[in-house]
């Protein structure tokens, strides 16, 4: 299990998680914290489901949310940092989208997701577009997101703490 894996290797490795959520609504800590004894890396989350606490609580700019909006790579790359920073954690995830099946443009379509993660390194966001109805919209996006986080533990970037 995704969840299993990503949560032996941070503890492995001692590094701690925290996670901003805005289309997914807290699916992604849900399947974190099914993990017993996930309090050892997950610090907390933050649900923002609007602009405002998007802005207030983890920090995006306001100028961001103006130019780019909040379905965007960049909202969800400060959505990321943000938290990170806020929660204290080595490691911030972020999902931003559009769940559906309202609120879609051709611009911006239903089911339109941005995924960021960021370390004190790095930022780095992934744009994914799902066809699904709004529940499998969100789990696909909470999917995509773990297996961001997991690439980017066990082949990826970070390193463990003090090497």
């Known amino acids: 299990m995704i969840e299993q894996e990503i949560g032996d290797e941070l503890r492995r490795r001692g590094l701690t998680l925290s996670i901003a959520e805005s289309c997914t609504g807290g699916l992604v800590a849900h399947r974190v914290t099914n993990i017993s004894g996930s309090s050892d890396y997950y610090k907390g989350g933050v649900i923002a489901y609007t602009n405002d606490v998007k802005e207030r609580i983890l920090q995006v700019k306001k100028k961001t949310l103006e130019e780019k909006g909040a379905v965007s790579a960049k909202c ?42 960021a370390t004190k390194d790095y930022v780095y966001h992934e744009r994914h577009l799902f066809h699904k109805d709004r529940e499998g919209n ?26």
């Open 76 to 117: 969800a790359e400060e959505m990321a940092r943000g938290v990170r920073i806020l929660l204290e954690s080595d490691i911030g995830i972020a999902t931003t989208g559009i769940a559906g099946p309202t609120g879609g443009t051709p611009e911006k379509p239903v089911g339109l997701v941005y995924i960021a993660l």
């Open 138 to 163: 969100k789990r696909e996006a909470a999917d995509a997101a773990l297996k961001m986080l997991q690439r980017d533990i066990l082949h990826g970037k970070e390193k463990e703490k003090g090497s």
